[in-house]
């Protein structure tokens, strides 16, 4: 009959049972009750809602269960055998204070409510226990347990996300310090590859620099996820050394700029041939690879300004970074402090 009158109200309450499913299938419950035909009832009733229902018997019972388990939810009868409902939840807040415990009480119960408030214990239900009224009170317990777990969640997301970017704005600020110092350098040094050809007639393809475009993008989002991940694959360089090669095989036809080119070649091959030994110095490397893409997208700008001038005075600086990239990887140590002079 009990399941009956049940069923009958939850049908009536469709979007309820629904909005409280929503929140409670995933939860585990610990009922006790020592009335075994109530208990047996609403267990049958919990079990439709909750992904696990643990029952005791008396508060003893209960406690040493709690012990050996973690359960959402506790929902506990007052007067039991062995320990009573209040000495039950004195215990739980002693181990779990946070513990969410709703409470069932009967007409003469009312005294001992006093003891459970000054448990901070909010939730009760009166014996005999209404399903609309218990179904309300587990819905707001349960949504409120879930919405605390994702608001934990979205904090400690944010913790990584804040560690992440302070890390990356201390290396966006060792980025600025180096790209001064380039400046510096590219103003002390005169055009090498510029000396003897005629500025006013050299020119690259409009479709070529929309290409060297588009990989320039897709090499700065590579170069990022390869600065951020933690769990870096061979996989991963060899990826950008592709990049870095495609870029190379445009510029091929272009004599004028023949000794970039062959660098940035240089690059894709060490990346492809070395990529262990790239994950290994990943830390070094990282700000010296966004420096050299961050002044090659600086130097296809000029171009495409058609100020060809300007884009052969930044071929030290890159040419400088790549040999400096290219050491580190092949751990030549003893040679990058001449070549990182600008520091």
């Known amino acids: 009959m009990f399941l009956i009158q049940l069923q009958e109200r939850l049908d009536m309450n469709k979007i309820t049972t629904q909005q409280t499913l929503k929140y409670t299938q995933s939860l585990n419950i610990l009922y006790v009750e020592d009335d075994l035909n109530l ?44 320990m009573n409902g209040l000495e039950l939840t004195t215990e739980i807040k002693k181990i779990r204070p946070t513990q969410p415990i709703i409470i069932t009480s009967a007409y003469n119960d009312l005294n001992n409510l006093l003891g459970f408030i000054n448990l901070n214990i909010k939730q009760f239900m009166r014996k005999p226990v209404e399903m609309d009224n218990m179904l309300f009170i587990l819905h707001e317990v349960s949504k409120n347990i879930i919405n605390e777990r994702m608001i934990e969640s979205y904090r400690k997301e944010l913790e990584v996300i804040n560690k992440a970017l302070q890390s990356k704005n201390d290396e966006l600020q060792s980025l600025v310090r180096i790209l001064n110092s380039k400046l510096i350098q590219i103003s002390k040094d005169s055009p090498t590859e510029s000396a003897d050809v005629n500025l006013d007639e050299i020119t690259i393809n409009e479709n070529d620099l929309a290409e060297l475009k588009e990989l320039e993008t897709d090499i700065s989002g590579a170069a990022v996820l390869i600065s951020l991940s933690n769990k870096l694959t061979v996989a991963n360089i060899k990826v950008l050394g592709d990049m870095f090669s495609s870029y190379s095989d445009i510029l091929t036809q272009y004599e004028d700029y023949e000794k970039l080119t062959s660098q940035i070649a240089l690059l894709g091959s060490t990346l492809n041939n070395a990529p262990e030994n790239f994950i290994k110095r990943v830390e070094d490397i990282s700000i010296l690879l966004e420096s050299f893409i961050y002044v090659l997208r600086m130097w296809r700008k000029n171009v495409v300004e058609k100020d060809v001038k300007k884009a052969f005075e930044l071929h030290a600086s890159m040419i400088n970074d790549v040999n400096t990239i290219i050491m580190i990887i092949d751990g030549t140590e003893d040679d990058i402090e001449g070549e990182m002079e600008f520091f």
Do not use: R
């Open 39 to 82: 208990q047996a009832e609403t267990n049958e009733f919990l079990s439709m809602l909750f992904n696990h229902v643990e029952t005791a018997n008396d508060g003893k019972e209960a406690l040493e269960k709690y012990t050996n388990e973690e359960y959402d939810i506790v929902i506990s009868d007052i007067q039991m055998p062995n």
